[in-house]
T-cell receptor, first 110, second 114 residues
Framework: KQEVTQIPAALSVPEGENLVLNCSFT??????LQWFRQDPGKGLTSLLL?????REQTSGRLNASLDKSSGRSTLYIAASQPGDSATYLC?????????FGAGTRLTVKP | DAGVIQSPRHEVTEMGQEVTLRCKPI?????LFWYRQTMMRGLELLIY????????DSGMPEDRFSAKMPNASFSTLKIQPSEPRDSAVYFC????????????FGQGTRLTVV
């Protein structure tokens, strides 16, 4: 079954820094890869969805890339802000199965 | 649309009792997922429905767990009897269909079994 890994597990950066979160998956036969944000005690908020045929998606300060052949996706956050502090999760969708990584807990310090 | 709606938001029950969690997917969405989230195991897919039909329930941990989707606008996840190790946050998510569609999550039900 699909295994999804996210590194680093935690990241602390000063405000304004650009940063990259990594997601890797073992089965490249994915339909899509989705990035989510989760605030403490809250549900998951969808950030970006990349279809298997796409290389990247952008939304505001967020840019997600996908390299199916290497089994990797990255989430780039530009000019980070304290409000970006949250846990970021990636999910790889295969046939009838959406598997999550353990997440990266991001802290952006003012 | 109000998004995926789950109820209750919090549930505290005694070991051995039956627990029913409820989910209303986004109108028009044909796919529905139930997940469980714990610190130790992260997000685990329990069961997946497509067009109200359970497609994959291999993630359901034990026979104590059951899920139904009697119509396109309602699903339940039942635990009978409940045990302390079932304590977790249970999420429901829905999407327009399989594969190429964005999934949207509810706010979750925090279950505590004492």
């Amino acid at each position: 079954k699909q295994e999804v890994t996210q590194i680093p597990a935690a990241l602390s950066v000063p405000e304004g820094e650009n940063l990259v979160l990594n997601c890797s998956f073992t089965d490249s036969a994915i339909y899509n890869l989705q990035w989510f944000r989760q605030d403490p005690g809250k549900g998951l908020t969808s950030l970006l969805l990349i279809q298997s045929s796409q290389r990247e998606q952008t939304s505001g300060r967020l840019n997600a890339s996908l390299d199916k052949s290497s089994g990797r996706s990255t989430l780039y956050i530009a000019a980070s802000q304290p409000g970006d502090s949250a846990t970021y999760l990636c999910a790889a969708y295969n046939n009838n199965d959406m598997r999550f990584g353990a997440g990266t807990r991001l802290t952006v310090k003012p | 649309d109000a998004g995926v709606i789950q109820s209750p938001r919090h549930e505290v029950t005694e070991m051995g009792q039956e627990v029913t969690l409820r989910c209303k997917p986004i109108s028009g969405h044909n796919s529905l997922f139930w997940y469980r989230q714990t610190m130790m195991r992260g997000l685990e897919l329990l069961i997946y429905f497509n067009n109200n039909v359970p497609i994959d329930d291999s993630g359901m941990p034990e026979d104590r767990f059951s899920a139904k989707m009697p119509n396109a606008s309602f699903s339940t996840l039942k635990i009978q009897p409940s045990e302390p190790r079932d304590s977790a946050v249970y999420f429901c998510a829905s999407s327009l269909g399989t594969g190429h569609y964005e999934a949207f999550f509810g706010q979750g039900t925090r279950l505590t079994v004492v």
